[in-house]
């Protein structure tokens, strides 16, 4: 009689998950990549905004009518609002270069056929011309490269 401990549960289903699943898993890790740059565009548009309202109201000079209490705390929260948004932005670009950095742990063929298609969105069908390879030759780096990506993350 064979006996299973507890310890051994999560290595068998992480094998019976990469057989089936697993892929899915490793898709959607690199599809955060195409998230990731709208939403840094979107935060880049977002602090272009507040840097606007910020430098409207600054620049008063001495003689100057004296700004309201209400103009200078709006154009400190839009200061505040603006290095927020740039801290953020930082943090979005730092997880997609995570996200490349894994990305390039994968062998050279592998690697540029998932890169072509997460990373510079083309489809799969768009390939074989630009790699000088076969329809199936594409399909089966694709696979290959999402399974060996999906050992990488159950590493980590």
């Given at each position: 009689v064979m006996t299973r401990t507890c310890a051994n549960v999560p290595r068998l289903l992480n094998k019976n998950f990469r057989k089936g699943g697993g892929?899915?898993?490793a898709e959607r890790y690199l599809e955060q990549i195409k998230k990731l740059d709208a939403i840094?565009?979107?935060?880049?548009a977002e602090r272009k905004r507040w840097?606007?309202?910020a430098d409207s109201m600054g620049g008063f000079s001495v003689g100057d009518r004296v700004q309201s209490s209400r103009n200078l705390h709006r154009g400190?929260?839009?200061i505040a609002e603006y290095l927020d948004i740039d801290t953020e932005i930082k943090a979005l670009t730092a997880k997609k270069k995570a996200i490349l950095d894994t990305l390039q742990r994968l062998p050279c063929n592998e690697y540029n056929v998932l890169y072509k298609i997460y990373v510079e969105g083309?489809?799969?069908?768009e390939l074989p011309s630009e790699c000088y390879k076969s329809?199936?030759?594409c399909?089966?780096?694709k696979q290959r490269g999402l399974m060996l990506l999906q050992d990488i993350l159950d590493e980590q």
């Amino acid at each position: 009689v064979m006996t299973r401990t507890c310890a051994n549960v999560p290595r068998l289903l992480n094998k019976n998950f990469r057989k089936g699943g697993g892929r899915m898993q490793a898709e959607r890790y690199l599809e955060q990549i195409k998230k990731l740059d709208a939403i840094i565009s979107n935060k880049r548009a977002e602090r272009k905004r507040w840097e606007s309202i910020a430098d409207s109201m600054g620049g008063f000079s001495v003689g100057d009518r004296v700004q309201s209490s209400r103009n200078l705390h709006r154009g400190s929260d839009a200061i505040a609002e603006y290095l927020d948004i740039d801290t953020e932005i930082k943090a979005l670009t730092a997880k997609k270069k995570a996200i490349l950095d894994t990305l390039q742990r994968l062998p050279c063929n592998e690697y540029n056929v998932l890169y072509k298609i997460y990373v510079e969105g083309k489809m799969l069908k768009e390939l074989p011309s630009e790699c000088y390879k076969s329809y199936e030759w594409c399909k089966k780096k694709k696979q290959r490269g999402l399974m060996l990506l999906q050992d990488i993350l159950d590493e980590q």
